[in-house]
DNA sequence: CTCGCCGTTGACACCGGTTTCCTAACGCTT
DNA sequence: AAGCGTTAGGAAACCGGTGTCAACGGCGAG
């Protein structure tokens, strides 16, 4: 193969299309099959045959086209991201964690969002999956801890990855968050902080995590010998405006509680609304706990004191198990990493003042 | 047709298969070029012929095969987001928005950040862009204003709608938010409050926005009859933390301004952190105003007055226009919708007290 | 009655890859 | 030197749709 073979080649292409497998084939004088061969780095392919294709395909700049390859792989070179949670700020956090994961990896990502509340969720998840063909899909709650999805997944043999507070599969296909843990960790900061009225705000019951942070505190405190008066619960829906809601109602009462800890920031920052509506300054009159450490959370005032959870790092971590499964490791043999969360703590809960 | 044609049909049918086009073809007994006229909607079939095909396909569940259909028609059915904007706040809004248009049109929205800086962007996105064969694009400033970008896309004949603060293109490949008249208000009512010593922390100088928004403040600014000093103007990145310093350096200024216009939210959410820092108190020692009137906007504390920017419709607008040029509109006699940005006057910025 | 047109329809090639199956060539053994 | 297994590589079918173009039947016109 000389320079010239490849000019002349070159003339004999259409200038305004991309080369195609044939072009390749035809310029290094072997068959398509051969090619395709090298592109999928099958190994019977012998050395010098390998280089001289590589050579043409690199100097046509050649690059396989997906949807005939998809077409005949029955399957697509995309990643979905299929999330109900309502907070935009962990939806995008993640998201940026499986971009980051999937940069370079020639995958591209489908974000599609839904609602379980719809009764027709199995059906659109099938119908999105099956016409998409997608290459795997990442799931974060609570999505990823509805089982009919999960069974629709199965059968259309759709690789996923679940991230939940709670084990529900395989290792390779669960990232865990010990949810449990880190509640805790902020339960046993406001008892010993000295706090004894503490108030909760869970988030949906959907969510399996709303069920592990409560259990998590609840635990912690009767560690401390705090008991959690269960009139000081309050269920959220992890949006803002239910986090309003539900610290109207806990700062309603009397006594009033001392501290609250919210399912998530964003909850948290209404009950920032709340207290300053009623007057009450945090920490001073009321100390106030986050769940997810989002960014914001170190941006408003006070800082927020919250368990952290690494979203980005999540969504990372996710996307390269998909990408694994892609490289054909058995999901049931890989590791299953726990994310262990930690309470940051910054001004929004104080020592109890007498 | 009878009921029991397609039983019999049915029963011919692999069970773990979706259906083909070859098998409502054969059970319809029509040529599958037939049934693509019907999907495709063609007139050229007459209507007792459509509703035969129409019912097989139905009783089947027969949808076509993305892939297929993307070879044949050289095109697929997915949409990019490209974006470089620093905000996650303002991504996840105006995606939020694209997809609320593109829900039921069977297309899937494929995120896709980027970064201008990149000297390989070109190329980056040509890949992309060809590689998926896009059905569209939308891109929302900066990357909206790269014309080296909007040449590939030409070139790969890609539709796009470009989102900017000024006019750039065809009015149906555009989507104009009027950033000199929001930004003219915010600095009329700075200027009615009294504020004679105004600071301005712009965006980067890539953004279009940034002198846009710059422009508008100093001409309403003049016509009050204020100057607006170019000390008192500094250079942000959009981003909280730049917004920070730049808000270091302007209130270590003596005399210090008296009121701050940033160039977006994220970054007045910087100045409320430095003010707080210095023991300011917002709006008493200095008045803020912000722009995008992102949902956090009214969360924090003192709720930020800011130049409102619907950025979740300016994504569904941008979507469907190019819904519309799938239609076959011609994008050069489609209207250019101008986005109108208005001040909404919250806590943040208050008269100046003698 | 024949021609030509129109609205419909189908046969066949094609989009750009992969898979299946087969052959030729090579190196080794006996 | 013949026999045989192994390996590189090719021809053709296939994935599931769409484009091209010719053919068909029924109609009014000549």
Known sequence: MTDDDIATARGGLKPGKRPTINDVARIAGVSKKTVSRVINQSPFVREETRVKVSAVIDELGFTPDVQARGLAFRRSFLVGLIYDNPSPNYVVNMQ???LDALRGSGLELVVHPCDRANPNLVAEIRAFVERQKLFGVILPPSVSEDEAVIAVLRELD????RIASVSLDEPGRMLVTNDHLGAAEAGRHLADLGHRRIGFISGPALFRSSAQRGGGLRGALAEKGVALDERYVAQGAY????????????LALDPRPTAIFTGNDEMALGVFKVARDMGLEIPRDLSVVGYDDLPMASRVWPNLTSVRLPIRDMGRMAAEKLLASMRG????????????PSLVVRDSATALTA
Chains 1, 2 share one sequence.
């Open 96 to 98: 940026q964690g499986v």
């Open 239 to 250: 949006t803002f405006e239910s986090g309003v809601e539900a610290a109207r109602s806990l």
């Open 158 to 161: 759709c690789p996923y990855v």
């Open 329 to 340: 490791l058995d999901p049931a043999k890989l590791d299953q990493p726990e994310v262990r």
